[in-house]
Structures are given as structure tokens and as C-alpha cells.
């Protein structure tokens, strides 16, 4: 396994398809949304039929909120 560093930020697919509304970080922050008809405050998990709450930080706040403490989350949704 390799680690490779890079000096620019890596382009998502999301990012390619609807930059308006997709950030680096798209999904960290639920309650960030700019349409209605793109809100990620709620999603539907592969394999589900209804709809669900999306958790902030994808569900590992605990685990990872700590590395988003002194970001502008409003900014990098």
C-alpha cells in the first residue's frame, strides 16, 4: 500500500456533477443546503425505501468531529 501526497485538493465526482451544491466535504454537514431540490438532510441508503435523517459527519461524529472542530462548515459543506 502507498500514501501519495498531492498539492491540490482532489476534484469528487459530485463536485464534476453539481459543484453548486456538492463541496469536497459533501455529506459532513446535513444541515447545509442552498435547494430543495438537493438537500442532504436526508437520504436513502442502498437496499432501503424510505428516506432517512443524514447523520452529521455520516454518522461518525464521535469518531471524526473532532478534525471539523475549527472549520467553516458552512464553507466546506
Known amino acids: 500500500m502507498k500514501i ?3 498539492d491540490k485538493q ?3 465526482t459530485w463536485q464534476l456533477e453539481a459543484p453548486a451544491y456538492y463541496a469536497f466535504y459533501s455529506n459532513v454537514n ?3 443546503t442552498d435547494s430543495t431540490y438537493r438537500d442532504q438532510a436526508a437520504e ?3 437496499g432501503e ?3 432517512r435523517n443524514t447523520l452529521m459527519f455520516n454518522g461518525y461524529a464521535d469518531q471524526v ?3 471539523y472542530a ?3 462548515l458552512h464553507k466546506y459543506f
Request: glycine residues 10%.
Open 4 to 6: 501519495r501526497f498531492i
Open 10 to 12: 482532489p476534484t469528487t
Open 30 to 32: 446535513p444541515g447545509r
Open 44 to 46: 436513502r441508503r442502498l
Open 49 to 51: 425505501f424510505f428516506m
Open 65 to 67: 468531529g473532532s478534525l
Open 70 to 72: 475549527n472549520m467553516n
